[in-house]
């Protein structure tokens, strides 16, 4: 019976990956063209940047990362990157990543 059960708990479980990749896609795809820039993928992770440097000055400083510790980071640093990131991950090379990409794993 188990053994029944089991690729339908599967679907679901695909099913809701796929949702949840078309939902961040949409929220990413700010031109709603159902596709990611560059510019657009760069836009929505740099967040992480923007919450950290509180005094906005585009410089994360050691106090400002996790730990107190490390070297000073630029806003430069931080998007060349994610346009690093991105490019390993536009596995088909057309400068855009879809839903099958942007739920692909982090491509090195």
Excluded at 76 to 99: C, I, P, S
Aim: aromatic share 8%; net charge negative.
């Amino acid at each position: 019976m188990f053994a029944l059960l089991l690729p339908l708990g599967l679907a679901g479980v695909a099913s809701a990956q796929v949702t949840q990749t078309r939902d961040y896609l949409e929220r990413m795809d700010a031109d709603g063209d159902g596709r990611v820039s560059l510019a657009e993928y760069q836009a929505w992770m740099r967040y992480a940047f923007d919450q950290m440097d509180r005094d906005g000055d585009g410089v994360l400083t050691p106090a400002e990362l996790p730990g107190g510790k490390g070297r000073p980071v630029t806003l430069a640093e931080h998007m060349a990157k994610l346009a690093a990131a991105f490019n390993r991950q536009d596995t088909n090379r057309d400068g855009y990543l879809d839903a099958r990409e942007l739920a692909a794993p982090p491509q090195r």
